[in-house]
């Protein structure tokens, strides 16, 4: 079992940069990989950033790519995304996501545990 908080949202100005966290418990987290996902008022959630159990290797949404990086602390059990040059269209809520698997893994449907989401606003 794995619970996850998220953490580090609020409102920004377009252009500017927030990094969300995600805190994970237990004592594996170094064997999950974790994503990064959103959803907006009126939209599906989809699919933001995802990155290996050993951080080895990234997978971004074209929306993101240049903009977003996620990455992970695994002693420190705790998955980032660092997000610069925000736009208005980047407002959501922001949900990170373990999954038991080596990954990098794009499917939120694989995915076995969400946190509670972080919502990020962006003002134009």
């Known amino acids: 079992q794995v619970q996850l908080v998220e953490s580090g949202g609020g409102l920004v100005q377009a252009g500017g940069s927030l990094r969300l966290s995600c805190a994970a418990s237990g004592r594996t987290f170094s064997r999950y990989a974790m994503g990064w996902f959103r959803q907006a008022p009126g939209k599906e959630r989809e699919f933001v950033a995802t990155?290996?159990?050993?951080?080895?290797?990234?997978y971004y949404a074209d929306s993101v790519k240049g903009r977003f990086t996620i990455s992970r602390d695994n002693a420190k059990n705790t998955v980032y995304l660092q997000m610069n040059s925000l736009k208005p269209e980047d407002t959501a809520v922001y949900y990170c996501a373990a999954d038991y698997a080596r990954g990098p893994i794009t499917n939120a449907t694989l995915y076995d545990y969400w946190g509670q989401g972080t919502q990020v606003t962006v003002s134009s």
């Open positions: 990155i290996r159990s050993s951080g080895g290797s990234t």
